[in-house]
């Protein structure tokens, strides 16, 4: 979908809307916001002037709207808009994680450094396939290693809530991703989104395992810059 009108939920300030604050610059292009816009790429003409400045409603942050529009349409246009400066997310961020299954079981064991309860697993299983639209080269296969990816949390009331959220990551395809492995440098492949897992139970050999105090901390910290909170977790 297109990026929502100037004047929506999103973006305060209509034509003519120009900054009034001319000695600051805009993030995005690094030009003034009292002067046009630095993009000089395709497609922004007919939406605005160069000099029309949009306010994001939420955080307030300000930019050139055409260079709103032109890091909209560089992106995966998936109808959010993340504000460069600050991460608040507008509207529901999506991802391009291929099809697959993600399932969860509690296993009557406890992990390094959560001595006092079981254990929840999951189990990702993402079989090869030919990429899509939203992947880097469309029609080109795509490899899948390492599968079932097995991953550990505890099974307290944090780590259950880390599980709830990434229902949710994963209902919005925001786990995995296509990509090259920096791993193992293989292109074209399944890799792990930006949102740490443990994939190693009883030791900690890969720096992927337990015990890791601030872990579940750190996965809920990364959920929320992909726009996931306890509230998407209640809704859902
Ligand atoms: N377990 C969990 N996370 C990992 C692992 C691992 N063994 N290796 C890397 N990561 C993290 C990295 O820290 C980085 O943040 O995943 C992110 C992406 O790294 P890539 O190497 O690009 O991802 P990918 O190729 O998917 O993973 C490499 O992870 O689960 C294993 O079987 C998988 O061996 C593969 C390895
Ligand atoms: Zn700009």
New binding site residues.
């Given amino acids: 979908p297109p990026l929502p009108e100037p004047g929506s939920s999103w973006i305060k300030g209509n034509e003519p809307f120009l900054c009034l604050n001319i000695s600051q610059d805009c993030t995005i292009c690094m030009e003034p916001l009292g002067g046009p816009s630095g993009y000089k790429g395709p497609g922004v003409g007919p939406v605005s002037r160069a000099e029309s400045v949009g306010r994001l409603a939420q955080c307030g942050h300000q930019y050139h709207f055409q260079c709103l529009v032109a890091m909209y349409n560089n992106g995966n246009k998936d109808g959010s808009l993340q504000c460069p400066t600050c991460k608040t997310i507008y509207g529901v961020k999506t991802g391009n994680q291929p099809a697959g299954k993600m399932e969860y079981h509690v296993i009557p064991h406890s992990l390094p450094g959560h001595p006092d309860c079981k254990t929840i697993r999951i189990i990702y299983n993402i079989p090869p396939g030919i990429q899509g639209p939203e992947h880097p080269n469309p029609g080109k296969p795509f490899t899948a290693?390492?599968f079932p990816?097995h991953c550990y949390l505890p099974d307290s009331e944090k780590g259950r809530k880390v599980l709830r959220l990434l229902l949710v990551a994963w209902d919005r395809r925001l786990i995995?991703s296509v990509?090259?492995?920096?791993?193992?440098g293989e292109s074209d492949?399944?890799?792990?989104n930006e949102v740490?897992?443990?994939?190693?139970f009883g030791s900690n050999l890969?720096g992927?395992g337990f015990p890791d105090p601030g872990h579940l901390d750190n996965v809920l910290e990364e959920l929320r810059a992909q726009g996931i909170t306890e509230d998407d977790a209640l809704m859902e």
């Fill in positions: 290693r390492g990816r995995f990509g090259t492995s920096s791993t193992t492949t399944v890799i792990w740490h897992h443990k994939t190693e890969t992927h």
